[in-house]
């Protein structure tokens, strides 16, 4: 089994080291191995609201995503930038992932929704977390998603 250390920093926390260690892995796989030219760096990862999960094996990373802050408290929380490395995949990373995403946005932002731009194959992956879609299927980067969304209610918890 496994051991992963699980990390979480903003912007300003992230050193050059990380910072180019998790965009290495975005790049490998969103450019590389989905084969979708697009502009990776948003000038998002930087920013103290912007908050990082790294989740690494060995020293390694093996996944990782980001929160991006609401601008206002009537906006929710966006999680994006979601990537587990290929030799990790079908551990249930992802899944604990998510649930830590979903824990760090309930302790920073109580009661605060989430919404998230997910690719359409992986609509029912993030139903099992709570998230509805709230769009049709969209071609993004040659790409189809779907915006989905997940309200926070006692439930949930």
């Not at 824990?103 to 920073?108: A, D, G, M, T």
């Not at 605060?112 to 194959?121: C, E, I, P």
């Not at 299927?137 to 998603?145: T, V």
């Amino acid at each position: 089994m496994t051991s992963y250390e699980w990390i979480w920093q903003t912007g300003p926390e992230l050193d050059p080291a990380g910072l180019y260690t998790l965009l290495s892995l975005r790049t490998a796989v969103f450019v590389v191995e989905q084969q979708c030219a697009y502009q990776e760096l948003d000038g998002r990862d930087l920013a103290p609201s912007t908050h990082h999960l790294q989740i690494l094996a060995a020293g390694q990373l093996a996944a990782t995503l980001r929160l991006l802050a609401p601008a206002t408290v009537t906006q929710p929380v966006a999680i994006g930038r979601v990537v587990i490395h290929p030799d990790h995949r079908g551990s249930g990373l992802g899944h604990d992932l998510l649930r830590a995403a979903l824990h760090r946005i309930e302790s920073l932002w109580p009661g605060r929704s989430a919404r998230l731009s997910a690719q359409a194959h992986l609509r029912a992956y993030y139903g099992r977390h709570g998230f509805e879609p709230v769009s049709d299927i969209y071609l993004e980067d040659g790409i189809p998603h779907i915006d989905m969304h997940r309200a926070w209610d006692a439930e949930s918890r």
